[in-house]
């Protein structure tokens, strides 16, 4: 079931990422009065096809879902034909270097207003997040050493206001990959007071990792609820049920799930004095874990039920605040390009359809609002991708309208041809590399 809703997942998000891509540059195309000869989502064979509007433009559905074009009248293009002497005008190469820019533009552009949108539709409907509310840190730490204290909420990190833990991380990931220090501001007894985190002692590669644990920031603990009892297990049969708060066990006080399966595996056969609450009441009972493959079970399922913090916007405000959250992972993702390109960032963060697919039905799983921040982030990924100066792709088009305007006459056949055929190559050593860390994920999972 998990497979068929991740496969279900990936392939909407797909299909909806690349269609507005495609559709913008449609949209301007037929602003420009350039004739659209196909709209194809996908490439190879057509599944499904039809045709519509003033032009006949055939859409299509194709076999290959990773990718997708819109094909113009091109006097270059062979599979254009013969084109009639009242149509030439219409063509794309007849048009202006400003009209032939905006409809490249206009693509990676339509990823960027659907990140927008998105972001501004969830910030105005309201998301329950965990709230930035840090743990004891461990000494020797970096938080133990900026003096952050257990029950500190984080109001600022790097000088990005933190509304979530979510927000915390992101703000952070910066000043990790530089490897420097970070200004925190934290609410601490009613008052406010700022702390430097220094973030520089921290390995190349830490950003892969769980950074924010290495720097000694953790998640405050809550509640750990018991979600679910399987019938027939120890829980059931010792009296322990569905929405009881576990607050100790043998007298120890209960912070995180962990600590109650880490009790449990290691007392099979031995009984556990659990302190529930239950209705509002505290309740004392005895529970003996079963032995299962070497280690005790009470078969049940538990749950963290952590801090939660609404964050919420007004309609202006959540548009301002879309237009920030896709210029801010714009300006990181690029970022981290040109750190992977200078290796100071490993090229093991370079993700490919797998690792998309299994995030798509990993956020599908969690939620719709986690459904929907994945495809704001994917949009401006591809956004930023096609937007790179590399021929094949939008921004290498540009990159030849800037060369033809500085000359002053389009550029020649072989150039294009050479650069094209370089540019196609580098996508394909990108796709290796990301197929690569794909599998080598998969493997090691």
């Known amino acids: 079931m998990n497979t068929l809703q991740t496969i279900v997942a990936f392939l909407a998000a797909l299909t ?21 000869l196909r709209f194809s989502i996908g490439f190879g064979r057509p599944l499904l096809s039809w045709r519509a509007g003033p032009d006949r433009t055939e859409w299509a559905i194709a076999a290959i879902p990773l990718g997708g074009y819109v094909r113009m009248l091109d006097e270059r293009d062979p599979e254009c034909g013969p084109i009639a002497a009242t149509d030439l005008p219409r063509a794309f190469t007849r048009k202006s270097l400003l009209q032939r820019s905006a409809i490249v533009v206009a693509g990676p552009l339509a990823n960027f207003l659907l990140a927008i949108a998105l972001y501004a539709a969830m910030g105005w409907a309201g998301m329950q997040e965990p709230a930035a509310l840090i743990a004891a840190p461990a000494p020797g730490t970096a938080a133990a050493a900026a003096s952050l204290q257990a029950g500190d909420r984080v109001l600022e990190a790097d000088g990005t206001v933190v509304r979530s833990w979510n927000d915390l991380r992101l703000a952070l990931l910066e000043p990790v990959i530089e490897h420097r220090s970070a200004t925190l501001v934290v609410e601490r007894d009613g008052g406010r007071r700022s702390v430097q985190l220094d973030a520089s002692a921290l390995p190349a590669d830490e950003a892969e990792r769980d950074f924010l644990g290495t720097l000694g920031l953790h998640i405050a603990p809550g509640d750990v609820v018991i979600g679910s009892v399987v019938g027939g297990g120890a829980a059931e049969r010792d009296g322990l049920r569905a929405g009881d708060l576990i607050r100790a066990i043998d007298g120890r006080p209960i912070e995180r799930a962990s600590q109650v399966i880490k009790a449990v595996q290691r007392s ?178």
């Open 268 to 445: 099979a056969g031995e009984p556990l004095r659990f302190l529930v609450l239950r209705d509002g009441a505290e309740i004392s009972m005895p529970v003996t874990p079963q032995q299962q493959e070497s280690v005790g079970r009470i078969g049940a399922g538990l749950q963290d039920r952590l801090a939660m913090q609404m964050v919420r916007f007004g309609p202006l405000e959540s548009i301002a605040h879309g237009v920030q959250q896709t210029w801010e992972m714009s300006a990181f993702s690029l970022r981290m390009m040109g750190k992977m390109l200078t290796g100071e960032l490993s090229l093991r963060n370079l993700s490919g359809p797998v690792t998309i697919a299994d995030l798509a039905g990993q956020t599908v799983r969690v939620g719709w609002m986690a459904y929907l921040s994945f495809l704001a982030l994917i949009s401006i990924s591809l956004g930023v991708l096609n937007l790179l100066p590399i021929p094949v792709l939008d921004g290498g088009h540009l990159v030849y309208y800037a060369l033809e305007a500085l000359k002053g006459r389009p550029l020649s056949e072989r150039f294009m041809t050479l650069t094209q055929k370089a540019g196609l190559a580098i996508i394909m050593m990108m796709m290796a590399v990301a197929l690569f860390n794909d599998f080598t994920r998969l493997i090691g999972s």
């Open 16 to 36: 909806l990422l690349i269609f507005v891509h495609e559709l913008g540059h449609y949209l301007v195309a037929r602003w420009c009065d350039v004739k659209v």
